[in-house]
């Protein structure tokens, strides 16, 4: 009964491989992130989507692909792994758009590229 | 081009005493403030917000302050407890946007 949930827990790939990390949450919200958290320890979003829709895409190389395929599900493609993705990814969602709402996190996904 | 800045990367304070957790920021635009806390191989948890139009917020041992001519909110725990070593982020938003600092450590010592 995990609120958010994202697998796989941890992901070791090799360089110019691609991935998927799945999340899905069952707290009934509309709006779903990703986030990555590098090794400077920084927390950044990546994308946001509400109601399937995307409303957040920051500056993110176009090898990173979110996929909603419904309101409870955020999926992230990535394409040609390098090193420099290796970092922890979290899904988080919350009920309504971003400002101010509180968003429930996942447990993190880390993934390292050799 | 850090929005919102946590300068002190860790703080330890003793079990029992007063937490006071700092973050500054640079977009006036921000109307809301979020407190988050991290365990380790865990995703943050909500904690306690603010909204830009309050000064003070308090939820049982947690408290946020905002001070928006000095654009700085300030998280105060007391008691400080032995669970409550962790790390901690500040986060502000507006709109769709929402920017994290870089979290302290705090650590509760017996």
């Known amino acids: 009964d995990t609120a958010v949930s994202q697998t796989p827990k941890y992901l070791v790939t090799q360089m110019g491989n691609d991935k998927s990390i799945k999340c899905e949450q069952n707290l009934g919200h509309d709006t779903m992130y990703w986030y990555k958290q590098d090794s400077k320890k920084f927390l950044k979003i990546m994308f946001s989507?509400?109601?399937?829709?995307?409303?957040i895409n920051e500056t993110v190389p176009n090898r990173f692909s979110p996929k909603s395929p419904d309101k409870a599900h955020l999926n992230l493609h990535i394409n040609s792994l390098e090193l420099g993705d290796s970092a922890v990814y979290f899904c988080?969602?919350?009920?309504?758009?971003?400002?101010?709402?509180?968003?429930?996190f996942g447990p993190g996904t880390r993934l390292l590229v050799l | 081009d850090q929005q919102v800045k946590q300068n002190s990367p860790s703080l330890s304070v003793q079990e029992g005493r007063i937490s006071i957790l700092n973050c500054d920021y640079t977009n006036s635009m921000f109307d809301y403030f979020l407190w988050y806390k991290k365990y380790p191989a865990e995703g943050p948890t909500f904690l306690i917000s603010i909204s830009s139009i309050k000064d003070k917020n308090e939820d049982g041992r947690f408290t946020v302050f905002l001070n928006k001519s000095a654009k700085h909110l300030s998280l105060h725990i007391v008691p400080s407890q032995p669970g409550d070593s962790a790390v901690y982020f500040c986060a502000a938003s507006v709109d769709d946007k929402i920017i994290f600092g870089k979290g302290t450590r705090l650590h509760i010592l017996p």
């Open positions: 989507y509400n109601n399937k829709e995307l409303i």
């Open positions: 988080a969602s919350s009920l309504g758009r971003t400002s101010g709402k509180i968003q429930y």
